[in-house]
T-cell receptor, first 112, second 115 residues
Framework: DGGITQSPKYLFRKEGQNVTLSCEQNLNHDAMYWYRQDPGQGLRLIYY???????QKGDIAEGYSVSREKKESFPLTVTSAQKNPTAFYLCASSKGRTPEAFFGQGTRLTVV | GDSVTQMEGPVTLSEEAFLTINCTYTATGYPSLFWYVQYPGEGLQLLLK?????DKGSNKGFEATYRKETTSFHLEKGSVQVSDSAVYFC??????????????FGKGTHLIIQP
C-alpha cells in the first residue's frame, strides 16, 4: 500500500545533540513537508520541498535542516541550535500541484 | 498573511447529538479548504475538502460547505458517535504557481463524545 513512513515513532535526545528524523513516501508525490505540532498550537510548517534538490524554509525553520536528494525521502535534522525541540513532528506529501497533503504517523521527539 | 481560526475546545457532546465546529479563514488568494482529523498519538487524516466557493465536502457523515462570502468552512455532523472523539483541524492551502507551499492550520478542536 502507498503511504508515508516516519521513523522512529519515539525518539529521545540529549541536549546538545543533533538528531535526524526519517520520512519516506511511495506515493510518487513531488512535494514533501515537515510540520511541528505543539499542544494547543496546531501545526506549524518547518520546511518544504517541491522538487528534488530544492527546498524552502517554512515559518519556523530556525534550528532545523533538511535535504531532498531523492524524490521519496525528506529527512529532517533537529540541530542543537533548536532551543525547544521537544514536540511531535509530522511529515506530509502532496502531488505538488495541489495543496492536499497526506500525513505520516509522526515522530515524538523528547529532549532529556 | 493567511490564517485559520477555529473554535477551541474541548467540545463535549453526548452521543447522537448534532455537531458544529466553526472555522473561518483569511487568505490572500483563492484557497482550497480542508478538515483533517487526528486520533491520539497518530498523524492527520484527511476528512473532507472543498476547492471552490459553494462546494460541499462530505465524508463519514461529516459535511462542510465552502462559503466565500463569509470566509467560512464549518464542520457539521447530524449524529455523533463515541468513535468520533478526536482532534479536528481546519486548514487552507494555496497553489502558488510553482507548486503547493504547505497548509495553514487552525489550532485544532478537541471533540469528546460521551456515551
Amino acid at each position: 500500500d502507498g503511504g508515508i513512513t516516519q521513523s522512529p515513532k519515539y525518539l529521545f535526545r540529549k541536549e546538545g545533540q543533533n538528531v535526524t528524523l526519517s520520512c519516506e513516501q511511495n506515493l510518487n508525490h513531488d512535494a514533501m513537508y515537515w510540520y511541528r505540532q505543539d499542544p494547543g498550537q496546531g501545526l506549524r510548517l518547518i520546511y518544504y520541498s517541491q522538487i528534488v534538490n530544492d527546498f524552502q524554509k517554512g515559518d519556523i525553520a530556525e534550528g532545523y535542516s533538511v535535504s531532498r536528494e531523492k524524490k521519496e525521502s525528506f529527512p529532517l535534522t533537529v540541530t542543537s541550535a533548536q532551543k525547544n525541540p521537544t514536540a511531535f513532528y509530522l511529515c506530509a506529501s502532496s502531488k505538488g500541484r495541489t495543496p492536499e497533503a497526506f500525513f505520516g504517523q509522526g515522530t515524538r521527539l523528547t529532549v532529556v | 498573511g493567511d490564517s485559520v481560526t477555529q473554535m477551541e475546545g474541548p467540545v463535549t457532546l453526548s452521543e447522537e447529538a448534532f455537531l458544529t465546529i466553526n472555522c473561518t479563514y483569511t487568505a490572500t488568494g483563492y484557497p482550497s479548504l480542508f478538515w483533517y482529523v487526528q486520533y491520539p498519538g497518530e498523524g492527520l487524516q484527511l476528512l473532507l475538502k472543498a476547492t471552490k466557493a459553494d462546494d460541499k465536502g462530505s465524508n463519514k457523515g461529516f459535511e462542510a460547505t465552502y462559503r466565500k462570502e463569509t470566509t467560512s468552512f464549518h464542520l457539521e455532523k447530524g449524529s455523533v458517535q463515541v468513535s468520533d472523539s478526536a482532534v479536528y483541524f481546519c486548514a487552507l492551502g494555496l497553489y502558488s504557481g510553482g507548486g503547493a507551499d504547505g497548509l495553514t492550520f487552525g489550532k485544532g478542536t478537541h471533540l469528546i463524545i460521551q456515551p
